[in-house]
């Protein structure tokens, strides 16, 4: 089944350095099974990260035994929609890749918000 993005266009990858999403395959694909919705492919900022440990989601901390070296600004992710919404709303809404980004973020999140933070795919 083809995954599609937020412009409507084929789902690309977000990273695979770190890898990424839900499924480890490097994108932000959602097949009904993710109950975090892993959907938002971010390049991740400092003000982002410290929003996101604030509220119990350390992302930055690693985690050997789960094979998670922990995450800094400039990696991109796959995060759930609704953090991303929440850390939006509250002023640290982090850089997205729209063309990594699937579309099924846009049930949480309106694509004016996911543009104003919008960055070129690397």
């Known amino acids: 089944m083809t995954q599609?993005?937020?412009l409507?266009?084929?789902l690309q990858p977000c990273s695979y350095d770190p890898i990424t999403g839900f499924y480890r395959n490097g994108?932000?694909?959602n097949r009904g099974d993710?109950?975090?919705m892993h959907t938002v492919c971010?390049?991740?900022t400092d003000s982002f990260l410290e929003y996101s440990?604030?509220?119990g989601n350390d992302l930055t901390t690693a985690m050997p035994e789960y094979g998670f070296a922990g995450l800094g600004a400039g990696d991109q992710w796959c995060v759930c929609a609704t953090r991303w919404k929440e850390a939006f709303d509250a002023g640290h809404g982090c850089d997205v890749i729209l063309e990594a980004t699937?579309?099924?973020t846009l049930e949480y999140v309106d694509l004016a918000d996911l543009k104003a933070h919008a960055v070129r795919p690397r």
């Open 4 to 6: 599609l993005n937020v």
């Open 8 to 10: 409507g266009g084929d």
């Open 27 to 29: 994108c932000c694909e």
């Open 34 to 36: 993710d109950p975090g």
């Open 42 to 44: 971010c390049r991740l």
């Open 53 to 55: 440990k604030s509220q």
């Open 102 to 104: 699937h579309v099924s």
